[in-house]
């Protein structure tokens, strides 16, 4: 697994809004289907790291991203299409977001924008996803309610199932359990270890021990750089070449 | 290397053009008032340069057009006229529309709030020619019987009908402003343990100050530009006012009064495209006034 | 003595907090009983007038007599005109400036532009619509130079309405569907207009009440003082309600009292129908919210 080319390759990212450095000249490699997690404390530039890899300083007029991000071994920075891009990678932040439009629609919609018209396709695809995002049981009588008006926890495995529709390559998720109950956060933990036979995940996660059962690796930011990346277990209980990443950790700062 | 990331399909184009087309809609605003001002302009412009002269057009209360022998262009009388309806207007308008945006913004609440809303944004909607016509019809009468005078076209009945009609609107602004002043104020002055009124005079006005003097400025602009409703209740005889039972003439008004009686080209058809553009750019300075003020708070 | 018991400042207070808002009050009230006197009067007076052959016939012997249809219908005319040119305009500037208008100088002048629209007197926009539709263009008096100039006067209406509406849609709507892939305009298409549509419709009938009423605009661009015949196309002139009244109330002699008043009855109905339907509208929909 270690030889396999990597999915991702970063080099030097730095991520600036206005005089603010987010980000400082991270580089790091992401292998095909393993969980790559990412930890540290809040401001650390995780969520920076993320919104870069999906081109989102278009977003954000404030936003300016410097280096490579090579996916594929193409660089993202210089494709001519970011929507195609955007549709390879998945993402679900911590606010999760239902569209206001129906459960259904929320799911299809991905699909629709890559030009699936049948409704059995459509139909097949809704469901995969809201069974792997844990949700199906809960709406299955009502897919034509609205998306925006579930609670909370329902959106974010809404968001999740919807960052599934379009088949990523790569899924990117943010401190997603922030707004789930802790028995769905086992379920959805149980997806996307299933999950990483197909698709290859990015996680951050706030929660050191989220990191420690999922991870195969893990990277350890903090104040805007990279400290340490390496095997997940290592850092808990392995050699660490910074002290700073152990003390986290095992929780003496966050 | 070409990969699948770098094929643009017709979603990719069409974005593009979409993107295009509603830059086009975007500068259509500011093509259409250069336009304007241009339009305007090179109607006027064979005037401008030719029989003009500043001092009687803005010196002369003599304005005699159609005068076969010795027209002459003074504007005088009718800056008078519009000068002093706007003013009474304003009398009538500024204390009425910011106490009612007070009331509603600060005292007002639930349905009592959302029904005086509505009402205030109906009566914006009246059209000019009806406020004319109740000048003419309701107005008029009321004023000759009420004061015993003559007539009852005049600065009075033009400067009322001129200031109800700005009302409405200068009273939506004026609440806007207020309603932007943020709750914090307010609550940390009730927290001192000031009451509602200390509130409203001490914390709130004057940090809305801003946003109610454009406001008015914006009543101006509207006074000033109004043409139906004065051309109708004010009389329309060329004067310079010393009462407010006195009939006056508005520059808006002269223009749709004779526009209509101009062989196109002639001397009175570019006086009145002259008018045109010093009402244009008048309002022009006092709707960029009222915007810099605003633009003042914000930087606040 | 009790410490919340009232000190005599706080009696004074209270009395003084009373009169003020009292004073407020009776501002509100003058600004508003006037008016509802006068639109009274309006229909008193106007009411006796209104006949279905009052809205369906010709004026007649010099415009004393009669009725008012072709004004009714030449101010149809004029408003569908209007709106087909400056509907597809305005939504598309608003769209721009809602969704795509970087924070830089053009948009400030853009912004600009748009409140001097809405500022500059509507005689000066009359003297546009004379040269720029009727002589310029070529146009002459007609229906369609008339709307044009109404068009461009109305142009802040639709855009400052559909702006808002445009924007009462969250941000993060938006930048999910961008996360999925989608392009800016797939956005709008699926998820911000379907969600600010019938906001936008709000704005356009408040536009149509608005042009509806317009006299100065029209006077030299389209509208005739007195044509007993419909518009067979956009090319021809037409009567229209607002010209209608300011005609029969000051440039035609003999007419009876109760004619001008069931014109303005007739147009202040229009209006404010209008006007009250969209405010209902969007009554409406903030009761009905989709998040």
């Given at each position: 697994m270690v030889d396999a080319a990597p999915k991702l390759s970063v080099r030097d990212l730095t991520v600036r809004y206005g005089d603010f450095t987010?980000?400082?000249?991270i580089s790091l490699d992401v292998l095909p289907n393993e969980i790559f997690g990412i930890i540290g404390p809040a401001n650390s530039g995780k969520t920076s790291f993320l919104r870069a890899l999906n081109r989102m300083e278009e977003f954000q007029p404030s936003m300016k991203v410097e280096g490579k991000i090579y996916f594929n071994g193409q660089d993202i920075t210089a494709v001519r299409n970011v929507y195609r891009l955007r549709q390879k990678v998945g993402v679900v932040f911590p606010l999760p977001v239902g569209l206001p439009m129906s459960i259904y629609e929320n799911v299809a919609f991905g699909p629709r924008l890559a030009g699936v018209r049948k409704r059995s396709e459509l139909d097949e695809i809704v469901e995969r996803c809201l069974r792997r995002a844990a949700l199906w049981d809960e709406v299955k009588d009502r897919?034509?309610?609205?998306?925006?008006?579930?609670?909370g926890g329902q959106q974010q495995r809404l968001t999740i199932a919807r960052a599934l529709s379009q088949d990523p390559e790569l899924l990117l998720l943010d401190e997603f359990s922030i707004a789930v109950d802790p028995v769905t956060t086992m379920r959805i933990e149980d997806v996307l270890r299933e999950l990483k036979d197909e698709v290859t995940i990015i996680l951050v996660t706030n929660l050191v021990q989220q990191a420690r059962r999922l991870a195969d690796r893990t990277a350890f930011f903090l104040e805007s750089e990279l400290v340490e990346v390496g095997v997940t277990e290592d850092l808990f209980t392995g050699p660490v070449v910074d002290q700073r990443t152990r003390d986290y950790v095992e929780g003496r700062f966050g | 290397m070409q990969t699948d990331l770098d094929a643009r399909g017709f979603d990719w184009y069409m974005d593009r053009a979409v993107a295009v087309g509603v830059f086009v809609g975007g500068i259509s605003a500011i093509v259409f008032i250069i336009g304007i001002f241009l339009f305007v302009t090179r109607e006027g412009l064979s005037f401008v340069i030719g029989p003009m002269d500043l001092k009687e057009f803005f010196g002369s209360i003599a304005w005699r057009p159609t005068s076969i022998r010795n027209p002459t262009y003074g504007i005088l009388a009718l800056m008078a006229g519009t000068a002093s309806v706007t003013g009474l207007a304003m009398l009538v308008a500024v204390p009425f529309s910011l106490g009612a945006a007070i009331y509603i913004a600060e005292f007002a609440t639930g349905r009592t709030r959302e029904a005086l809303k509505v009402l205030v944004e109906l009566l914006a909607a009246i059209p000019s020619v009806v406020w004319g016509f109740i000048g003419l019809s309701i107005m008029n009468p009321l004023i000759i019987d009420l004061f015993d005078v003559p007539i009852g076209l005049t600065v009075l009945n033009a400067g009322v009908i001129l200031g109800l009609m700005a009302a409405p609107i200068m009273t939506t602004i004026a609440e806007d402003a207020l309603k932007a002043v943020p709750d914090s104020y307010r609550e940390a002055a009730e927290a001192m343990g000031a009451t509602r009124w200390q509130v409203v005079f001490q914390v709130v006005l004057p940090a809305a100050k801003n946003g109610l003097m454009a406001a008015i400025l914006l009543g101006v602009g509207r006074g000033f530009g109004e043409t139906m409703a004065v051309l109708m209740a004010s009389g329309h005889s060329i004067n310079i006012p010393t009462s407010p039972f006195d009939s006056v003439r508005a520059l808006t008004a002269t223009i749709a009064a004779e526009l209509g009686d101009t062989a196109v080209g002639s001397d009175h058809y570019g006086v009145l495209f002259t008018l045109g553009i010093f009402l244009f750019l008048v309002t022009f300075v006092i709707n960029l006034t009222a915007d810099l003020v605003v633009r003042g708070v914000r930087e606040q | 003595m009790s410490m919340f018991a009232e000190t005599s400042l706080n009696q004074r207070n209270r009395r003084v907090e009373w009169l003020v808002r009292a004073t407020f009050l009776m501002m509100t009230i003058i600004l508003i009983v006037p008016v509802a006197l006068i639109l009274g009067v309006l229909v008193t007076k106007g009411a006796p007038a209104l006949s279905w052959e009052f809205l369906t016939a010709v004026p007649r012997e010099g415009m004393t007599a009669g009725g008012i249809m072709p004004a009714l219908v030449g101010t149809i005319w004029i408003v569908l005109v209007a709106l087909i040119a400056s509907v597809p305009i305005g939504v598309a500037a608003a769209i721009y400036l809602s969704?795509?208008?970087?924070?830089?100088w053009l948009t400030r002048v853009i912004n600009l532009a748009i409140i001097n629209l809405a500022g500059v007197p509507s005689i000066v926009h009359a003297l546009f619509g004379l040269g720029a539709?009727?002589?310029?263009?070529?146009?002459?008096?007609s229906i369609l130079a008339a709307s044009l100039t109404l068009a461009v006067m109305t142009l802040p209406v639709v855009i400052v309405s559909t702006r808002e509406s445009l924007q009462s849609v969250p941000h993060a709507f938006r930048e999910a569907c961008w996360n999925m892939g989608a392009t800016k305009w797939q956005t709008i298409r699926r998820v911000v207009l379907p969600n600010s549509i019938s906001g936008i419709l709000t704005g356009v009938i408040l536009e149509v009440s608005r042009t509806a009423g317009e006299t100065a605009p029209i006077m030299f661009t389209g509208a005739a003082f007195f044509l007993p015949f419909l518009p067979q196309s956009v090319f021809d002139q037409t009567m229209a309600m607002s010209l209608h009244l300011y005609v029969v109330s000051t440039?035609?002699?003999?007419?009876?009292?109760?004619l001008p008043y069931g014109v303005a009855l007739v147009l202040i109905l229009m209006v404010l129908t209008m006007n009250a339907t969209s405010i209902a509208f969007r009554v409406y929909l903030r009761g009905k919210r989709k998040w």
């Open positions: 987010a980000l400082d000249r897919l034509n309610a609205l998306g925006s008006l579930l609670s | - | 969704e795509y208008a970087p924070d830089n539709f009727v002589t310029f263009a070529g146009f002459g008096t440039q035609v002699p003999n007419v009876p009292e109760a």
